[in-house]
């Protein structure tokens, strides 16, 4: 019994997507949850929405969302993107840490992903030592 050939198995490989696969367009929905840091009101809901209109790319261009890409405010501090194309959640998630960045938010806020397709901002867990320190 000989191993199997290099072309045998690299052909394997190379074979188009079965029937059950769609090859077509995808709709992905994602949320922003920045609710926590928008009440205590030292994160901007309509100034993080417009950068991403202003940023987001589309066929490597900026400003080219047209009707492939929507972006919504929803109520209490959640921004929803809906893509119509192939789109990324960690493309997603750069230019939200890209926003807090020019914030001066980023010493504060971390971006965590509570489940699939949904961000949220949270704050840092500071642990106060000099508190601990006091008591002895």
Do not use: C
Request: proline share 2%; hydrophobic share 35%.
């Amino acid at each position: 019994m000989a191993p199997a050939s290099k072309t045998t198995r690299t052909s394997a490989l190379r074979q188009a997507p079965s029937k059950g696969q769609k090859s077509g367009k995808t709709t992905k929905k994602f949320i922003i949850n920045a609710s926590q840091p928008a009440s205590d009101k030292i994160f901007d809901i309509a100034a993080f929405e417009k950068f991403l209109h202003d940023k987001i790319k589309v066929d490597n261009r900026i400003g080219n969302l047209g009707d492939t890409i929507v972006i919504s405010q929803q109520g209490d501090g959640k921004i929803e993107v809906i893509a119509h194309t192939q789109f990324s959640g960690r493309y997603l998630k750069y230019l939200t840490k890209k926003f807090l960045k020019k914030q001066q938010l980023r010493d504060w806020l971390r971006v965590v992903s509570t489940s699939q397709g949904v961000y949220e901002l949270r704050f840092f867990n500071v642990v106060n030592d000099e508190a601990d320190d006091d008591d002895e």
